[in-house]
């Protein structure tokens, strides 16, 4: 019989361009890398034997029987052992497990140890072939190899199937697709044993496997050319899977990048980084540097070296005058720091550790470097805790509402009240404000919390309004975050409306920090609120952030003078003489003027002389809780 091998010179040839790309791909050397490699190994054997084979068994009279008969037995060994390799690639992409990999691979290789068996045992059976002078003789048993691959694809697509939850769907269909492409190629070619295939098919399902997982465009950088983050988080959980791993991540976030994108454009700004991922290349240990997010670089030491002296030396390299082109710019940089220790239990607690170093290294001046160090690791693990307690508490609305009474010049009572969230009983004791709400801002839990402050609001104010309480209204605190809500003016009527409680009652406050982050959206929603009758107030006027033109653009009810002004008029008479002005200035414009922090007589006394609306502070009293609030208000606004 003449056998058609074209197709197999043409996989030969595909599989060497797979195999010259695949070695400019991820240099990770895990179980998943290795395997691939494998593949192509066995593949490329697979086919060059049955090449040499198909030759010498066409033109056997030119060959030694004995050499035929080794050649075409090498290729009926590597026919299965291509199976299982293949197989073992699929387990190795779903399984990070090792030791399940391991085990997998164990049990799995016994039917291809049994084949290799009666492979071996073919010369003095026949069952697979014969070589005789007068050329190639099929066995009994030829199909058995048809078998070993089908076995291999079946355990491949049921492997996939049972583990379909676990994986992404592009990797899933990868992993259904090439095993089922190979079976129906297989096919086709015992329906046309004139015409060899298997190294094609073979070759096929690695074109598959390389363009979808293997690619080397998955693990690059477009712009700098560099690993990416995906790739750096293959390395780490490559690390992680090691006995006992050792590594720095350190990460390199330039300052104020942004900044450069909006002066000289984005075009100039990709320049910037390019040049500066090619500064870190050059001075990093070779394959070590990674793009972590858009202006952050990442650096993954996993040689021994001196760590101080190459940070120093990242900061002299880093903190200069950079230059593209005609454009100049200096550039600094803020750098955290983790090593590996016990304390990190996966790849995902060491990315939290290393992000929470460079935004603390961010808060720092100029250049600063941050080590994640124990004591850095017992507050990200109370940050944890508290966002744990946050949820907990929101979702069963357990925490409590605290309402300072605020004293009114003019009737003489107090007419209005801030509300205070409190957490007080949770298994790390009492959270207090200054701590957990950073946290929830940050989290992202501010915003639904806000709106379940609201509600227990407006139950305080139906309360005291059923007792006929005389008050004015209730202030609420607005976090910033609040503003990126769209439908926050709509949520707020609705929360309102749903008490049934008047509108009025209510008085909004947020910080100067909202109106400079938000000013478009915060004037936006203070319009609407004051179309419904909510009286608005800007909270820690003072503090910096907003200037008087965009105070004035917002339908204010009334300022709250940060609690530091109180306490320098105490001290200085320029800074006494400038709140009198103050004060003037926003009764001109019919704001009313509140001052907080007042805890004693004597601040009282000069405070009275400003001639403000009404005072806040410990002096009239503290934060108190929902009865012990009503019971207040009882005894001063109806006596």
């Known amino acids: ?282 001075i990093s240990p070779s394959d070590s540097v990674y793009r972590f997010n858009g202006d952050e670089f990442a650096i993954l030491i996993t040689k021994k070296i001196n760590e101080k002296n190459f940070i120093q030396n990242l900061q002299q390299k880093l903190n200069k005058m950079w230059s593209v082109d005609t454009y100049n710019c200096y550039l600094s940089s803020a750098i955290g720091v983790v090593s590996y220790s016990k304390n990190y239990q996966n790849v995902d607690a060491v990315i939290q550790s290393i992000e929470y170093a460079v935004i603390s290294a961010k808060k720092m001046p100029e250049n600063y470097v941050c080590f994640y160090d124990e004591k850095m690791f017992l507050k990200m693990e109370r940050k944890k805790q508290i966002i744990d307690i946050l949820k907990a508490k929101l979702n069963d609305q357990s925490f409590e509402m605290y309402y300072q009474p605020i004293y009114s010049m003019n009737s003489q009572n107090f007419a209005y009240i801030e509300s205070l969230i409190r957490i007080n009983d949770t298994p790390i004791g009492p959270i207090y404000p200054s701590e957990f709400i950073p946290i929830a801002e940050e989290s992202g839990i501010i915003i639904e919390l806000t709106y379940v402050i609201l509600g227990k609001v407006c139950q305080f104010i139906k309360q005291a309004m059923k007792q006929n309480i005389p008050f004015e209204c209730v202030h609420v605190n607005f976090s910033p975050l609040q503003f990126s809500q769209i439908d926050l003016s709509q949520h707020v009527i609705e929360i309102i409306n749903k008490h049934q409680i008047p509108s009025h009652k209510i008085k909004i406050e947020f910080t100067e920090s909202a109106v400079a982050d938000s000013t478009e959206a915060v004037i936006h929603f203070a319009k609407q609120m004051n179309l419904h009758g909510i009286k608005m107030g800007l909270d820690d006027f003072g503090t910096g952030y907003s200037n008087v033109s965009t105070v004035m653009s917002i339908p204010f009810h009334a300022i709250k003078l940060d609690r530091s002004l109180v306490l320098k008029a105490m001290e200085d008479t320029k800074a006494s003489a400038m709140i009198k002005s103050m004060v003037a200035a926003f009764h001109a414009i019919e704001m009313q003027v509140v001052v907080e922090g007042v805890e004693t007589q004597e601040q009282f006394d000069t405070i009275k002389e400003y001639g403000v609306d009404q005072i806040q502070g410990y002096y009239f009293s503290k934060p108190l809780p929902h009865d012990k609030a009503i019971t207040f208000l009882k005894q001063h606004n109806m006596s």
């Not at 066995?42 to 004995?66: E, K, R």
């Not at 060994?77 to 997998?104: A, D, H, R």
């Not at 492979?119 to 003789?137: A, C, D, M, P, R």
């Not at 070759?203 to 390389?210: C, D, E, K, P, Q």
């Open 1 to 282: 019989m003449e056998w058609n091998i074209i197709s197999e010179y043409c996989a030969l040839l595909i599989l060497m361009i797979i195999w010259t790309y695949e070695k400019k791909g991820s240099n990770i050397p895990n179980l998943k890398n290795i395997i691939f490699r494998c593949c192509l190994i066995v593949t490329f054997l697979s086919i060059l034997t049955n090449i040499v084979s198909t030759i010498m068994i066409n033109q056997h009279q030119l060959y030694p029987l004995a050499l035929i008969w080794i050649i075409t037995t090498i290729y009926f060994i590597i026919t299965p052992i291509m199976g299982l390799i293949y197989f073992y690639y699929v387990i190795s992409t779903i399984y990070n497990n090792s030791k399940t990999v391991k085990k997998i691979m164990m049990i799995s290789g016994i039917p291809a140890l049994l084949f290799l068996c009666f492979i071996l045992s073919n010369h003095k059976t026949g069952y697979i072939f014969e070589i005789t002078q007068q050329g190639y003789v099929r066995g009994d048993y030829i199909l058995t190899t048809y078998a070993m691959f089908y076995l291999y694809c079946i355990l491949s697509m049921v492997f996939a199937f049972l583990n379909m939850k676990n994986i992404n769907n592009k990797t899933l269909g990868v992993l259904m697709l090439f095993p089922l492409l190979s079976t129906f190629i297989i096919i086709f070619q015992q329906t046309h044993p004139d015409i060899i295939l298997s190294g094609f098919t073979a070759t096929s399902a690695l074109l598959i496997v390389y363009l979808y997982l293997q690619n080397r465009q998955i693990y690059i950088d477009y712009l700098t050319k560099l690993p990416n983050r995906w790739e750096l988080l293959n390395m780490l959980n490559y690390l992680f899977n090691k006995k006992n791993p050792e590594f720095s991540l350190i990460v390199v976030s330039i300052r104020d990048f942004k900044m450069i994108n909006n002066h000289y454009g984005q075009k100039v700004g990709d320049a910037f980084l390019q040049k500066i991922s090619n500064e870190l290349y050059e």
